[in-house]
Protein backbone atom coordinates (compact mmCIF):
# COMPACT_ATOMS: atom_id res chain seq x y z
CA UNK A 1 0.00 0.00 0.00
CA UNK A 2 1.23 3.50 -0.56
CA UNK A 3 1.50 5.92 1.59
CA UNK A 4 3.04 9.93 2.45
CA UNK A 5 4.86 11.82 5.23
CA UNK A 6 4.75 15.25 5.56
CA UNK A 7 6.66 15.08 8.73
CA UNK A 8 6.04 19.18 9.51
CA UNK A 9 2.67 20.05 10.12
CA UNK A 10 3.75 23.79 10.54
CA UNK A 11 6.45 25.85 8.80
CA UNK A 12 7.13 29.58 9.60
CA UNK A 13 9.26 31.61 7.62
CA UNK A 14 9.98 35.04 6.83
CA UNK A 15 9.09 36.71 3.77
CA UNK A 16 11.98 36.52 1.29
CA UNK A 17 13.30 33.75 2.62
CA UNK A 18 13.91 29.99 1.22
CA UNK A 19 11.62 27.27 2.22
CA UNK A 20 11.75 23.75 1.85
CA UNK A 21 8.31 21.20 2.68
CA UNK A 22 9.06 17.85 3.46
CA UNK A 23 7.46 15.29 1.59
CA UNK A 24 8.54 11.41 1.60
CA UNK A 25 6.49 8.27 0.39
CA UNK A 26 6.26 4.98 0.20
CA UNK A 27 5.40 2.51 -2.20
CA UNK A 28 5.72 -0.69 -3.98
CA UNK A 29 5.47 0.23 -7.46
CA UNK A 30 6.59 3.33 -9.68
CA UNK A 31 4.87 6.29 -8.73
CA UNK A 32 3.12 9.81 -9.32
CA UNK A 33 4.06 12.57 -7.02
CA UNK A 34 2.07 16.04 -6.60
CA UNK A 35 2.12 18.83 -4.58
CA UNK A 36 -1.25 20.78 -3.85
CA UNK A 37 -2.36 24.21 -2.58
CA UNK A 38 -4.70 25.33 -0.31
CA UNK A 39 -5.61 28.79 0.15
CA UNK A 40 -7.58 30.09 3.20
CA UNK A 41 -11.73 29.21 2.38
CA UNK A 42 -10.47 27.69 -0.63
CA UNK A 43 -10.46 24.20 -1.90
CA UNK A 44 -6.90 22.47 -3.12
CA UNK A 45 -5.32 23.56 -6.43
CA UNK A 46 -2.81 21.49 -8.21
CA UNK A 47 0.48 22.83 -8.12
CA UNK A 48 2.98 20.97 -9.86
CA UNK A 49 3.18 16.97 -10.45
CA UNK A 50 5.90 14.38 -11.14
CA UNK A 51 4.69 11.78 -13.82
CA UNK A 52 8.34 10.96 -15.67
CA UNK A 53 10.99 12.50 -17.04
CA UNK A 54 12.74 15.21 -15.61
CA UNK A 55 12.97 14.73 -11.87
CA UNK A 56 12.71 17.93 -11.29
CA UNK A 57 9.18 20.04 -12.31
CA UNK A 58 8.62 23.39 -11.36
CA UNK A 59 5.47 25.71 -11.50
CA UNK A 60 4.53 28.60 -12.53
CA UNK A 61 4.67 30.95 -9.32
CA UNK A 62 8.25 30.08 -8.66
CA UNK A 63 7.94 26.84 -6.48
CA UNK A 64 9.76 23.33 -7.43
CA UNK A 65 9.89 19.70 -6.12
CA UNK A 66 12.13 16.97 -7.22
CA UNK A 67 11.80 13.42 -7.27
CA UNK A 68 14.67 11.28 -5.73
CA UNK A 69 13.86 8.09 -6.19
CA UNK A 70 17.08 6.32 -3.73
CA UNK A 71 14.95 8.47 -0.64
CA UNK A 72 11.75 8.29 -1.77
CA UNK A 73 10.93 12.12 -1.50
CA UNK A 74 9.97 14.87 -3.13
CA UNK A 75 10.85 18.03 -1.56
CA UNK A 76 8.79 21.16 -1.98
CA UNK A 77 11.02 24.07 -2.31
CA UNK A 78 11.04 28.19 -2.77
CA UNK A 79 14.33 30.25 -3.19
CA UNK A 80 11.92 33.55 -2.11
CA UNK A 81 8.70 33.43 -0.17
CA UNK A 82 6.17 35.96 -0.47
CA UNK A 83 3.24 36.80 2.01
CA UNK A 84 0.69 35.21 -0.75
CA UNK A 85 2.30 31.89 -0.52
CA UNK A 86 0.93 31.82 3.22
CA UNK A 87 -1.54 28.54 1.84
CA UNK A 88 -1.55 24.91 3.22
CA UNK A 89 0.63 22.73 0.85
CA UNK A 90 -0.34 19.05 0.64
CA UNK A 91 1.96 16.31 -0.98
CA UNK A 92 0.11 13.10 -2.62
CA UNK A 93 1.14 9.72 -4.49
CA UNK A 94 -0.62 7.65 -7.02
CA UNK A 95 0.49 4.15 -8.01
CA UNK A 96 1.48 3.47 -11.09
CA UNK A 97 -0.49 0.30 -12.71
CA UNK A 98 -1.72 -0.59 -15.74
CA UNK A 99 -5.54 0.26 -16.23
CA UNK A 100 -8.20 0.85 -13.90
CA UNK A 101 -8.40 3.76 -11.02
CA UNK A 102 -4.80 4.50 -9.67
CA UNK A 103 -5.96 5.67 -6.22
CA UNK A 104 -4.04 9.46 -4.96
CA UNK A 105 -3.23 9.10 -1.31
CA UNK A 106 -2.75 12.52 0.26
CA UNK A 107 -0.90 13.36 3.09
CA UNK A 108 -2.01 15.01 6.70
CA UNK A 109 -0.86 18.47 4.97
CA UNK A 110 1.97 21.50 6.27
CA UNK A 111 0.83 25.07 6.89
CA UNK A 112 3.30 27.19 5.88
CA UNK A 113 3.33 30.64 7.05
CA UNK A 114 5.33 33.72 5.63
CA UNK A 115 5.84 36.02 8.33
CA UNK A 116 6.37 40.03 7.15
CA UNK B 1 -12.49 29.53 -16.38
CA UNK B 2 -13.08 25.99 -15.00
CA UNK B 3 -15.15 25.07 -12.37
CA UNK B 4 -16.25 23.13 -9.76
CA UNK B 5 -18.86 24.43 -7.44
CA UNK B 6 -20.64 22.79 -4.45
CA UNK B 7 -23.74 23.84 -3.48
CA UNK B 8 -23.60 25.20 0.12
CA UNK B 9 -20.24 26.40 2.19
CA UNK B 10 -21.88 25.95 5.75
CA UNK B 11 -24.41 23.03 6.40
CA UNK B 12 -25.55 22.71 9.58
CA UNK B 13 -28.23 19.52 10.25
CA UNK B 14 -29.35 17.27 13.29
CA UNK B 15 -28.06 13.76 13.91
CA UNK B 16 -30.61 11.11 11.72
CA UNK B 17 -30.94 13.38 9.18
CA UNK B 18 -30.38 12.62 5.54
CA UNK B 19 -27.99 14.83 3.87
CA UNK B 20 -27.60 15.97 0.17
CA UNK B 21 -24.02 17.47 -0.58
CA UNK B 22 -24.09 18.41 -4.00
CA UNK B 23 -21.44 19.16 -6.64
CA UNK B 24 -21.69 20.06 -10.72
CA UNK B 25 -18.70 20.92 -12.78
CA UNK B 26 -18.76 22.40 -15.93
CA UNK B 27 -15.64 21.15 -17.54
CA UNK B 28 -17.24 18.05 -19.17
CA UNK B 29 -14.59 15.57 -16.77
CA UNK B 30 -15.21 11.71 -16.30
CA UNK B 31 -13.76 11.16 -13.09
CA UNK B 32 -15.90 12.86 -10.02
CA UNK B 33 -14.25 12.58 -6.16
CA UNK B 34 -15.72 13.08 -3.03
CA UNK B 35 -13.41 13.51 -0.17
CA UNK B 36 -13.39 14.82 3.62
CA UNK B 37 -10.38 16.97 5.21
CA UNK B 38 -10.17 16.88 9.11
CA UNK B 39 -7.12 18.08 10.89
CA UNK B 40 -4.36 16.41 10.65
CA UNK B 41 -5.68 13.60 8.61
CA UNK B 42 -5.08 15.27 5.38
CA UNK B 43 -7.78 14.23 2.89
CA UNK B 44 -9.30 10.70 2.63
CA UNK B 45 -11.57 9.80 -0.21
CA UNK B 46 -15.38 8.92 0.65
CA UNK B 47 -16.31 7.79 -3.13
CA UNK B 48 -14.80 7.88 -6.98
CA UNK B 49 -16.94 7.67 -9.73
CA UNK B 50 -15.69 7.60 -13.43
CA UNK B 51 -18.41 8.05 -15.52
CA UNK B 52 -22.31 8.68 -15.33
CA UNK B 53 -24.05 5.56 -13.26
CA UNK B 54 -20.21 4.00 -12.35
CA UNK B 55 -18.88 4.55 -8.79
CA UNK B 56 -15.98 3.18 -6.43
CA UNK B 57 -15.26 2.69 -2.86
CA UNK B 58 -12.99 4.97 -1.42
CA UNK B 59 -11.05 4.77 1.96
CA UNK B 60 -13.85 5.78 3.96
CA UNK B 61 -17.57 5.00 2.46
CA UNK B 62 -19.21 3.28 5.59
CA UNK B 63 -22.21 6.17 6.15
CA UNK B 64 -22.20 7.98 2.90
CA UNK B 65 -23.53 7.12 -0.62
CA UNK B 66 -23.42 8.48 -4.19
CA UNK B 67 -25.19 9.39 -7.02
CA UNK B 68 -24.09 10.49 -10.58
CA UNK B 69 -26.62 10.62 -12.75
CA UNK B 70 -25.81 13.10 -15.07
CA UNK B 71 -22.26 13.65 -16.07
CA UNK B 72 -21.39 17.16 -14.53
CA UNK B 73 -23.69 16.56 -11.17
CA UNK B 74 -21.98 13.97 -8.24
CA UNK B 75 -23.83 13.82 -5.03
CA UNK B 76 -23.04 12.72 -1.49
CA UNK B 77 -25.71 11.66 0.05
CA UNK B 78 -25.64 10.74 4.19
CA UNK B 79 -27.71 7.99 5.14
CA UNK B 80 -28.52 9.06 8.90
CA UNK B 81 -26.33 11.87 9.98
CA UNK B 82 -23.85 11.62 12.95
CA UNK B 83 -21.61 13.71 14.83
CA UNK B 84 -18.48 12.28 13.67
CA UNK B 85 -19.47 13.37 10.45
CA UNK B 86 -19.20 16.89 11.01
CA UNK B 87 -16.42 17.56 8.68
CA UNK B 88 -15.03 19.82 5.49
CA UNK B 89 -16.15 17.97 2.62
CA UNK B 90 -14.48 18.55 -0.68
CA UNK B 91 -15.54 17.57 -4.50
CA UNK B 92 -13.19 17.12 -6.96
CA UNK B 93 -12.97 16.46 -10.63
CA UNK B 94 -10.34 15.43 -13.47
CA UNK B 95 -10.55 14.20 -16.86
CA UNK B 96 -10.90 10.17 -17.61
CA UNK B 97 -7.02 10.05 -18.36
CA UNK B 98 -5.41 12.18 -15.66
CA UNK B 99 -5.81 10.00 -12.20
CA UNK B 100 -5.44 12.62 -9.75
CA UNK B 101 -8.41 15.21 -8.84
CA UNK B 102 -7.42 18.17 -10.77
CA UNK B 103 -9.71 20.78 -9.74
CA UNK B 104 -11.29 21.27 -6.60
CA UNK B 105 -14.80 22.65 -5.72
CA UNK B 106 -14.34 25.67 -1.81
CA UNK B 107 -15.59 22.91 0.13
CA UNK B 108 -18.77 22.64 2.24
CA UNK B 109 -18.88 22.70 5.86
CA UNK B 110 -21.03 20.49 7.83
CA UNK B 111 -21.92 20.76 11.05
CA UNK B 112 -23.88 17.77 12.79
CA UNK B 113 -25.70 18.57 16.24
Known amino acids: AQSVTQLDSQVPVFEEAPVELRCNYS??????LFWYVQYPNQGLQLLLK??????LVESINGFEAEFNKSQTSFHLRKPSVHISDTAEYFC??????????????FGTGTKLQVIP | DVKVTQSSRYLVKRTGEKVFLECVQD?????MFWYRQDPGLGLRLIYF???????EKGDIPEGYSVSREKKERFSLILESASTNQTSMYLC????????????FGDGTRLSIL
Open chain 2, 92 to 103: ASSYASGNQPQH
Open chain 1, 27 to 32: SSVSVY
Open chain 1, 50 to 55: YLSGST
Open chain 1, 92 to 105: AVSDWRSGGYQKVT
Open chain 2, 27 to 31: MDHEN
Open chain 2, 49 to 55: SYDVKMK
